[in-house]
């Protein structure tokens, strides 16, 4: 009897030990496994049909027809092409600014927790809010930057109808919001980076402007792959800022000419406005065909371009705790 | 002593910890002081530039606050005005009702507060058995987690939408909420705290015990992990407030969220900019509150999360 009370609670701790792991870690993936991976897969198998919004449950075959409409819609060349402009506008001037700001924030600094703060602010802002605002600054007639641009004598400019100025102002956004947040990602790489490393390019006579970019830039590195990263797919995404910044009706076409209208804003125009929801998943494969495009890409010129040890990864760095 | 409690510990393969290590307090860990780096002081050109860098910051903020106290044609005069009218809390109250703006905050009170509350919960038990448990398959599992992160949740927007109305969650809050209970960054962020915060010994001292996972993860875990779960309660509360893309597809006008029900003030229903400003400046409101009372710790808490190196 006591012998067996004894291997019974062997048992279930064994089971604990070996179990309860997996079942700590279940919930994450579990949801993941529902609400994210089956609809990206589901995805796939709906862009094969004809199914409309108001009738989701007829869903008619109609093989790669959807990939060959958008490959021949030009609104779908267009929003690829502003997808780019607006991503590579507001990505690579926000991360050159943190990084900028970041080695600022480096610096001993009286009140640098008020720095940091300030910084992270507009990380605050919701999309909503943060559009309206800059929506406004932007105003043609009585807009704030207008006002300062005619102000040093220069001529007024119409944001939102011209396309290369709408989208500097939608990337405007972008930066505003985000460029505190990844700053304070690069400090806390900066603050990992061995004060020795610093020490010994002194002493090899490295100016400080050099010694950011042998010590600084190569130890951060990890991070600023990250934060491209993260970036870059924040950027494919980009939605709520063009459509608040075209207020309303104008926002999901991108304006009149489609001319700041993204990828984002194409699926929500054919899934919710033209109620082709196979369409809209058709252009949502797409978008993800287009991120795993960019990584290869990505990844063959990193291998072309690496040193032989250079390149250490995301991964094997939080490998070590 | 029964066999279960030899075999738990392995201390050949766990050397101890220095016994510094373990008494070290928690807390410092989400401090904001400044690393080992060599630092030189702040010149005068740097507090120029910061200074630049924080009016950038928060202008668009103070000038909401501006044209929000402002009517319409303060708003609209050259030269623009920058300083507060007398009109705040007038269009704060128009701006609450044209944009119903009372059920959006409640509604986002519920989506944020719930998504925010199961993120810390799950992230702790996940974060925890990385940090801590050693299992088959766990640094595979971890790299699927970091891999998610790559995967926009937007991509399964149209399925997604297929399945809450088949769920009978069309325009309702579980829509919004189900599908972000959990969150890739939180489960890295929890494994990298309690990594550092958690002494092996602790953990080992309740199985010796005789407590199960469950036992060790709340009388032991959790109080250690309680600063990195604030943190992180705040943080994944900012975004679930400010997420946009699925909630706007997800909610109608009748029960949107706060980001949501101001896509309203843009589209035209509301046409005075100063009503508009006021709405703005409302939906940001309670972040900006929490921004003023915790903006320290949240800052940590996000360097703490950073991925170094």
């Given at each position: ?131 309206l605002v800059f929506t406004m600054l932007f105003e043609r007639d009585f807009g704030m930057i207008n006002w300062l641009l005619e102000l040093v004598?220069l001529s007024p400019v119409n944001w ?162 | ?58 202008f668009p903020?103070y000038w909401t606050m501006v044209a929000a106290s402002s009517d319409n044609s303060r708003v609209s005069r050259t030269p623009p005005p920058f300083l507060p009218g007398p009109h705040l809390?007038e269009n704060?109250?128009k ?175 509301v046409r005075d900019q100063s009503l508009i400003m006021a709405?703005a400046l ?28």
């Amino acid at each position: 009897m006591a012998l067996q009370t004894f291997r019974r609670s062997t048992f279930w701790h064994r089971l604990d030990v070996r179990g309860a792991p997996y079942a700590f870690v279940a919930p994450f993936f579990v949801v993941f496994a529902a609400f994210s991976f089956y609809p990206l897969l589901y995805t796939a198998w709906i862009s094969l049909h004809r199914v409309e919004l108001s009738s989701m449950d007829l869903m008619e075959w109609v093989g790669f027809d959807n990939y060959v409409a958008l490959w021949e819609d030009e609104r779908f060349w267009n929003a690829l092409a502003n997808t780019f402009t607006l991503g590579v506008v507001s990505t690579v001037p926000q991360l050159l600014m943190a990084l900028g700001l970041a080695h600022l924030l480096h610096y001993r600094l009286r009140g640098s927790v008020f720095f940091r703060v300030a910084a992270l602010t507009p990380y605050a802002t919701s999309v909503g809010a943060a559009a309206l605002v800059f929506t406004m600054l932007f105003e043609r007639d009585f807009g704030m930057i207008n006002w300062l641009l005619e102000l040093v004598g220069l001529s007024p400019v119409n944001w939102e109808n011209d396309k290369w100025a709408a989208q500097l102002a939608i990337s405007a956004i972008v930066i505003w919001r985000w460029t505190g947040y990844n700053a304070l990602l690069y400090l806390a790489a900066m603050q990992a980076v061995p004060g020795e490393r610093y020490e010994a390019a002194a002493l090899d006579g490295a100016s400080r402007w050099q010694q950011f970019r042998m010590v600084t830039i190569p130890g951060i590195r990890s991070t600023v792959v990250f934060t491209i990263v993260l970036s870059t797919i924040g950027a494919t995404q980009l939605f709520g800022e063009p459509l608040i910044f075209g207020q309303g009706p104008n926002g999901i076409t991108g304006g009149a000419d489609n001319q700041y209208q993204t990828l984002g804003l194409l699926l929500y125009e054919e899934g919710w406005k033209n109620y082709q929801m196979g369409r809209a998943a058709t252009i949502a494969w797409a978008m993800f065909l287009l991120l795993v495009l960019i990584f290869v890409v990505q990844r063959v010129v990193r291998r072309l371009t690496a040193r032989p040890a250079g390149a250490r990864r995301v991964l094997s760095r939080s490998g070590q705790s | 002593m029964t066999t279960d409690s030899l075999q738990v510990p392995a201390p050949e393969r766990r050397p101890a910890a220095p016994a510094d290590r373990v008494r070290r307090p928690v807390r410092r860990r989400l401090s904001l002081r400044p690393g080992a780096g060599r630092q030189h002081h702040a010149g005068p050109v740097a507090y120029a530039l910061l200074i630049i860098a924080t009016l950038a910051s928060l202008f668009p903020l103070y000038w909401t606050m501006v044209a929000a106290s402002s009517d319409n044609s303060r708003v609209s005069r050259t030269p623009p005005p920058f300083l507060p009218g007398p009109h705040l809390f007038e269009n704060l109250g128009k701006a609450w009702q044209d944009a119903a703006l009372g059920k959006a905050m409640t509604n986002s009170l519920i989506v944020a507060g719930v998504i925010a509350l199961s993120t810390v919960l799950f992230a702790t038990l996940a974060g925890f058995a990385f940090a801590k448990l050693r299992f088959r398959g766990r640094n595979v599992l971890l790299m699927l987690v970091i891999g998610t992160m790559m995967v926009p949740p937007q991509l399964g927007v149209v399925p997604l939408f297929m399945m809450m109305s088949d769920l009978g969650w069309g325009q309702q809050l579980p829509a919004v909420i189900f599908p972000t209970l959990v969150s890739a960054v939180g489960v890295f962020f929890m494994r990298q705290y309690l990594g550092e915060a958690l002494p092996d010994e602790l953990v080992e001292a309740g199985r010796v015990d005789g407590a199960h996972s469950l036992r060790i993860f709340w009388s032991i875990v959790l109080p250690v992990a309680r600063p990195a779960m604030a943190v992180l309660f705040m943080i994944t509360f900012v975004h679930a407030w400010n997420d946009f893309f699925w909630p706007f597809i997800a909610l109608d006008m009748t029960n949107p969220t706060v980001p949501v029900a101001l896509t309203q003030l843009s589209a035209g229903y509301v046409r005075d900019q100063s009503l508009i400003m006021a709405g703005a400046l409302l939906g940001t409101l309670p972040l900006l509150a929490m921004f003023v009372v915790f903006g320290r710790q949240i800052v940590g808490g996000i360097m703490q999360g950073a991925v170094k190196g």
